[in-house]
Structure formats: structure tokens, C-alpha cells
T-cell receptor
Framework: DGGITQSPKYLFRKEGQNVTLSCEQNLNHDAMYWYRQDPGQGLRLIYY???????QKGDIAEGYSVSREKKESFPLTVTSAQKNPTAFYLC????????????FGQGTRLTVV | AQSVTQLDSQVPVFEEAPVELRCNYSSSVSVYLFWYVQYPNQGLQLLLKYLSGSTLVKGINGFEAEFNKSQTSFHLRKPSVHISDTAEYFCAVSAFSGGFKTIFGAGTRLFVKA
């Protein structure tokens, strides 16, 4: 079945450590996105990529980094510079045309301990 | 730039009652509109979308939404809700503004009571 896989589902990190969240899709979508979800704030865009080897900052990119070396993969690294990283992270993909919906993974809940 | 406002953060309703979840948007260009549903600790799933054509859009699970350009609204409705409809619902707007972007509303939590 085609879809988006995020791993792990739950992740714990000590303060000062970097951590990488995985996102893989087999939908052959060109565009991929990372969102952060906090209670009562909806989804906020961290980074997005419309094509391999290219990506752009979203609204809250500080403290995060990404890479897009393969079409299927768009990992997100939460660095120690991110002041409040505890959140639910969602990865999505879509065809690049503006009238198509996004397909979401099941999310990764990151907790800093 | 576009924005999305979901007017209610929580909507409690009894089972089998009708429900409307409100969404207003602002944009200086043409938009595409979406409603997504999120069950606890899961990703978002598309309920329905408006691209063009008929302003009344039907989606999955008996939901429908109406695009009203003059009021810049895209309210979601269901004539009779079930306990299983308890979830968070997100309205989203997609438009080209210095690059293609989708903006999500803050979400409305629908709580269906027996």
C-alpha cells in the first residue's frame, strides 16, 4: 500500500541533544513538508521541499534542519538550538500542483526530558 | 498572504444532532480549500476539498461543506453525527503567494456525546 511512514512514533530526547525524525513516502510525490503541532495552535510549517536537493524554510524553521537527497525521504533534525522542541511532528507529501491535497504520516511525538 | 480562522475551538454536540464547524479565510488571490480530520495521536486525513465548480462539496463520512466566496467562508456540516466523529477538524487554504503554500487553521475539536 502507498503511504507515508514516520518513525519512531514516540521519541524522548535529553536537553542539548540533536535528534532526527524519519519520513519516507512511496507515493511518488515531489513535494514534502514538515509541520509542528502544538495544542490549540494548529499546524505550523517548519520546512518544505518541492524537489530533490532543494528545500525552503517555513514559518518556524529556527532550530531545525532538513535534507532531501532522495525523492522518497525527507528527514527532520531537531537541533539543540530549538528552545522548546516538545511537540507532535507531522510529515506530509503532495503532488506539486496547488490544487492537490496533502497526505500525512501518523506523526512522531517528541518529548524532551 | 492568506490566513484561516476557525471560529470555534471546541464544539460539543449530542449524538444524531446536526453540526456545523465554521471556517473563514482571507486571501488576495484565488484559493483552494480543504477540510481534514485528525483522530487522537494520528496524522490528518482529507475529508473534502473545493477546487472549482459547484460550491457544495461532499466528502467522506457524510460530511459536506459550502464555499461562499462573498463571505469568504467554507463551513463544514453533517446532518447527524455519531460518537465516532469525535476528533479534531482542520480547515486549510492553499494559494500562490510568493510560492505555493498551504495554511491550516487552529483546529476545532468536535466532541460527540451520547
Amino acid at each position: 500500500d502507498g503511504g507515508i511512514t514516520q518513525s519512531p512514533k514516540y521519541l524522548f530526547r535529553k536537553e542539548g541533544q540533536n535528534v532526527t525524525l524519519s519520513c519516507e513516502q512511496n507515493l511518488n510525490h515531489d513535494a514534502m513538508y514538515w509541520y509542528r503541532q502544538d495544542p490549540g495552535q494548529g499546524l505550523r510549517l517548519i520546512y518544505y521541499s518541492q524537489i530533490v536537493n532543494d528545500f525552503q524554510k517555513g514559518d518556524i524553521a529556527e532550530g531545525y534542519s532538513v535534507s532531501r537527497e532522495k525523492k522518497e525521504s525527507f528527514p527532520l533534525t531537531v537541533t539543540s538550538a530549538q528552545k522548546n522542541p516538545t511537540a507532535f511532528y507531522l510529515c506530509a507529501s503532495s503532488l506539486p500542483q496547488k490544487n492537490t491535497e496533502a497526505f500525512f504520516g501518523q506523526g512522531t511525538r517528541l518529548t524532551v526530558v | 498572504a492568506q490566513s484561516v480562522t476557525q471560529l470555534d475551538s471546541q464544539v460539543p454536540v449530542f449524538e444524531e444532532a446536526p453540526v456545523e464547524l465554521r471556517c473563514n479565510y482571507s486571501s488576495s488571490v484565488s484559493v483552494y480549500l480543504f477540510w481534514y480530520v485528525q483522530y487522537p495521536n494520528q496524522g490528518l486525513q482529507l475529508l473534502l476539498k473545493y477546487l472549482s465548480g459547484s460550491t457544495l462539496v461532499k466528502g467522506i463520512n457524510g460530511f459536506e461543506a459550502e464555499f461562499n466566496k462573498s463571505q469568504t467562508s467554507f463551513h463544514l456540516r453533517k446532518p447527524s453525527v455519531h460518537i465516532s466523529d469525535t476528533a479534531e477538524y482542520f480547515c486549510a487554504v492553499s494559494a500562490f503567494s510568493g510560492g505555493f503554500k498551504t495554511i491550516f487553521g487552529a483546529g476545532t475539536r468536535l466532541f460527540v456525546k451520547a
